[in-house]
T-cell receptor
């Protein structure tokens, strides 16, 4: 079955560490996105990518980095520069004129 | 920046009743999408309605769009306990002739509780 796979489901980060969240899709979608969700809030866009080897900043890109070396993969790195990284992270993908679909999310906690 | 604003923030009803959630937005849109999110899970896509459409149905779901008022509503008929979730509207603020990816803008959601 086609879908979007995020891993891990839960991730714990120590202060000052960089961590990478994985997102893989087998839907042949061109565009991929990373959103952040804080408790009781909607989703805010971190980064998005329309094609391989190209990506753009969203509304809250500071402290995050991404890469898009393959169409299927769009990993997100939460760097030590992100001062408040504890949140629920959602990856999504889309193709022109079709609904945007989401993965099951990764919950990141700073310990 | 959040474009969509859902109303009410929370809604509690009995099984079998209808649930109506509203969404208002600020700028012109290409389309509007409704999603459901169960606690701690990802978002499940419910319905996409384009800017030139006024109403869409999917099973027990009915979505309306009024672009003159910049508002949309989601109606769930004959609700069930399994409908308990948060519901989000998300807008794609591109004009219809623009290509490129959808950078959806989300509201804060309506938390729906359906009591058995």
């Amino acid at each position: 079955d086609g879908g979007i796979t995020q891993s891990p489901k839960y991730l714990f980060r120590k202060e000052g560490q960089n961590v990478t969240l994985s997102c893989e899709q087998n839907l042949n979608h061109d565009a991929m996105y990373w959103y952040r969700q804080d408790p009781g809030q909607g989703l805010r866009l971190i980064y998005y990518s329309q094609i391989v080897n190209d990506f753009q900043k969203g509304d809250i890109a500071e402290g995050y980095s991404v890469s898009r070396e393959k169409k299927e993969s769009f990993p997100l790195t939460v760097t030590s520069a992100q001062k408040n990284p504890t949140a629920f992270y959602l990856c999504a993908s889309s193709i022109e004129r079709r609904p945007t679909l989401f993965g099951q999310g990764t919950r990141l906690t700073v310990v | 920046s959040q474009q969509g604003e859902e109303d009410p923030q929370a809604l509690s009803i009995q099984e079998g009743e209808n649930a109506t959630m509203n969404c208002s937005y600020k700028t012109s849109i290409n389309n509007l999408q409704w999603y459901r999110q169960n606690s701690g899970r990802g978002l499940v896509h419910l319905i996409l309605i384009r800017s030139n459409e006024r109403e869409k149905h999917s099973g027990r779901l009915r979505v309306t769009l009024d672009t003159s008022k910049k508002s949309s509503s989601l109606l769930i008929t004959a609700s069930r306990a399994a409908d308990t979730a948060s519901y989000f509207c998300a807008t794609d603020p591109r004009f219809s002739f623009q290509g490129g990816s959808e950078k959806l803008v989300f509201g804060k959601g309506t938390k729906l509780t359906v009591n058995p």
